[in-house]
Every structure is written in structure tokens, then in C-alpha cells.
């Protein structure tokens, strides 16, 4: 069009957003240290000049990937319960059945971040502490959801919801639509019932607390 504009009307994307999502894509599906700068740059139809400019290099291009796949999980999180107005604990519950539905789907594999940290096992490595910052965060947000549902121990309910995701991450992998994460949003449901039933002055077994971590 004359004003530079979609056919649709929309406004192109700017070249650091097409690196960007060209970037998250190739990395999701082929692994970060599988794709090379150029091969980004050619699936963004953009120079690379364009992406240094924008990127200080392919590390920072990284971790602002995977502040992406953070902020998606996060935002997953906050439809569900977006969509149980006033009941967190049916939120949480579909939060983790939408894993299993999307672990169901073509082309899943696994969480982005998890995947990142196991191909830099560097412990000072840039994108390393990205994917934990952005794992705490999500433990922090569990927490404070489960909370907010009247948990008796919202650390002890966090910690088993993490484990439970994560497991799921890995369990879409290897068996997909027949496998444990069809039983997820069940467990889900089960563990934040047994933390919503225990009296509110009942303290956790301390062997499994987080004075044993």
C-alpha cells in the first residue's frame, strides 16, 4: 500500500520483531545452539546488520527469547484465572490442564526454558540465569495464587505445582496424548485440595519442607 502499510490495514512488523519471532521459533524447534545467525536472519527477511543493531549478539538475542516464552506462561496463567473470576484454585487447575492439552499438540516440545538451561550448562552462563530468574518468578506467582486460595502452606503447593509442570513438559515429549498428562489438571485438583483441607495451624513434614532443600 502507499503508506507502507498491510494489505489488511495492519502496520509491518518492525525488523526487530520478525528476529525475534523467527528467532523463538527456530530455537524452539531446532534447539538454540542448532541455528546460526544467518539462518535467522534469512527467516526474518532482514540483514545482519539489522539484528546486531538490535540484539548486542546471539546471546542477548537468546535471553530475550526466552523472556518471551516466560511471558507466555505467565500470561496462560493469568487467562486462566482471568477466565475463574474470584476462584483461584479453578484457575490453577486450568492452568495446568491447558499444559496437557498443549502438550498434546503437534510439534510440542516440551518448555522453552527448561530447554535452554539443559543446553548451557555454564552455572554463570547469561541464559542459565534468565531461565531461573524467570522459573522463580513462576514459583513466586504460584505461591501467591495459591494463597490468595486460602492454602494452608502456598511454598510447600508451589513447589509440587513446579514439579508437576515440569514433569509435564517432559512426560508431552515421550508419550504424548496417551501418557500421565492426561491425569495432570486430576493431580492439580488433588494436591490443592489436600493444601486447602489441612488445618491452618498444621505444619509440613519438615523432611520434605524447604529446611531439606
Known amino acids: 500500500m502507499a503508506d507502507g502499510r498491510n494489505a489488511d490495514g495492519t502496520a509491518p ?55 518471551d516464552y516466560a511471558a507466555g506462561l505467565v500470561g496462560r496463567l493469568d487467562e486462566a484465572l482471568a477466565a475463574h473470576p474470584g476462584d483461584p484454585r479453578a484457575g490453577l487447575v486450568a492452568f ?16 522453552g526454558l527448561t530447554n535452554a538451561l539443559v543446553e548451557y550448562p ?38 509440587a505445582l513446579l514439579l508437576l509442570i515440569e514433569g509435564a513438559f517432559a512426560c508431552g515429549q515421550i508419550f504424548g496424548t496417551e501418557g500421565p498428562n492426561r491425569s495432570l489438571g486430576l493431580a492439580a485438583e488433588a494436591l490443592i485440595t489436600a493444601n486447602l483441607a489441612r488445618p491452618a495451624g498444621c505444619a509440613s513434614n519438615p523432611s520434605n519442607g524447604p529446611a531439606a532443600r
Do not use: M, N, Q, W
Open 13 to 67: 512488523a518492525r525488523a526487530g520483531d520478525r528476529i525475534r519471532a523467527a528467532a523463538r521459533e527456530l530455537f524452539y524447534s531446532r534447539g538454540i545452539r542448532g541455528v546460526g545467525v544467518d539462518e535467522i536472519v534469512a527467516r526474518a527477511g532482514v540483514t545482519k546488520p539489522s539484528l546486531y543493531r538490535g540484539f548486542a549478539s546471539k546471546d542477548a538475542l537468546v535471553v530475550a527469547c526466552l523472556e
Open 96 to 111: 495446568l490442564s491447558g499444559i496437557a492439552g498443549r502438550s498434546a499438540r503437534p510439534g510440542f516440545r516440551g518448555c
Open 122 to 159: 555454564e552455572a554463570d552462563h547469561p541464559v542459565r540465569e534468565s531461565v531461573r530468574a524467570s522459573k522463580r518468578a513462576l514459583h513466586a506467582r504460584l505461591a501467591a495464587v495459591a494463597g490468595s486460595a486460602g492454602a494452608a502452606a502456598p511454598e510447600p503447593l508451589a513447589d
